[in-house]
């Protein structure tokens, strides 16, 4: 099982943190967020990982020699994806990784900041069955507050995003994405049986989607990705009930995820 974590961002929401560091490498409760993924996904049988890295990047690939002098037995393949020359984005990231990701099989991305107690290895093997029923991607969602929201029909399936601050909704299905711009666009498409969730940061990719990214520029969002497809590929979002998720992006969540990983590790 391979699995991409996206660790290249700029971490500008975590200043002054991330002045001299990159947001992978900040710490909660002494544990960098880098630290904390790869344990976990190690933990649920991701044993060949990819991290992308921009932002300071020679300090991660620093800090995951490191963690090998540490652990030289830990059974882990780690390679890195560069992205020196250009920060790509979400689905430039997973373009700019195919040469790692692509062996045929569905791979696992995650971002670094995202805190879950998702059993990974499950979502990983259910949404490896919904992608062999034809499905293209499997995306962890949550009823988080988001003032930008994914868009869900009845199936589960994406049908497009909103922007509850400027009212912009963008859909493949000109049905939605003519309200754009109107500030009742949110009531109306409620009103037409789409299920607004966030994003969570998580999902299943088929290989297929390298397929499909080849045309695109270097740069783009996954998200953006997902909506050009949706109205051709199933693009599914998975709602865990009882889910606990923390995105932490922001300076006043990290006395929460210090919490939340403490909760976790005495399990």
Same mark, same amino acid.
């Given at each position: /099982?391979?699995?991409?974590?996206?660790?290249?961002?700029?971490?500008t929401r975590l200043k002054p943190?991330?002045?001299?560091?990159?947001?992978?490498?900040?710490?909660?409760?002494?544990?960098?967020?880098?630290?904390?993924?790869?344990?976990?996904?190690?933990?649920?049988?991701?044993?060949?990982?990819?991290?992308?890295?921009? $932002?300071?990047g020679d300090k991660v690939e620093e800090f995951v020699r490191e963690f090998?002098?540490?652990?030289? $037995?830990?059974?882990?393949?780690?390679?890195?994806?560069? &992205?020196?020359?250009?920060l790509?984005?979400?689905?430039?990231g997973v373009r700019h990784a195919a040469k790692l990701l692509n062996d045929k099989e569905p791979f696992l991305v995650h971002n670094v900041d995202i805190l879950s107690d998702l059993d990974l290895k499950s979502f990983y093997s259910s949404s490896v069955r919904r992608i062999e029923e034809g499905v293209l991607a499997s995306v962890v969602v949550s009823g988080r507050y988001s003032?930008?929201?994914?868009?869900?029909?009845?199936?589960?399936?994406?049908?497009?995003? &909103?922007?509850?601050?400027?009212? &912009?909704?963008?859909?493949?299905?000109?049905?939605?994405?003519?309200?754009?711009?109107?500030?009742?666009? $949110?009531?109306?498409l409620e009103e037409?049986?789409?299920?607004?969730?966030?994003?969570?940061?998580? $999902?299943?990719?088929?290989?297929?989607?390298?397929?499909?990214m080849e045309s695109w520029e270097e740069k783009f969002s996954i998200v953006d990705f997902y909506l050009k497809n949706a109205?051709?590929?199933?693009?599914?979002?998975?709602?865990f009930e009882n889910l606990r998720l923390i995105d932490v992006g922001r300076l006043e969540h990290l006395p929460k995820a210090?919490?939340? /990983?403490?909760?976790l590790s005495n399990k």
């Open positions: /099982m391979k699995a991409l974590i996206f660790a290249a961002g700029l971490g943190l991330t002045i001299n560091k990159p947001k992978a490498l900040v710490e909660v409760g002494g544990v960098t967020f880098l630290e904390w993924q790869i344990r976990r996904l190690l933990s649920f049988g991701f044993k060949d990982i990819v991290i992308n890295v921009h $932002h300071f090998f002098r540490k652990n030289p $037995h830990c059974g882990l393949k780690i390679q890195f994806s560069e &992205e020196f020359d250009l790509r984005d979400t689905g430039g003032d930008r929201r994914l868009l869900f029909d009845s199936n589960n399936l994406l049908a497009g995003w &909103e922007n509850l601050k400027t009212f &912009e909704v963008k859909s493949p299905y000109k049905k939605y994405a003519s309200l754009s711009g109107r500030e009742d666009a $949110h009531k109306i037409r049986g789409l299920k607004p969730f966030a994003f969570g940061g998580i $999902h299943v990719l088929s290989p297929k989607v390298f397929e499909l109205a051709k590929y199933k693009i599914e979002g998975r709602y210090e919490e939340f /990983m403490k909760e």
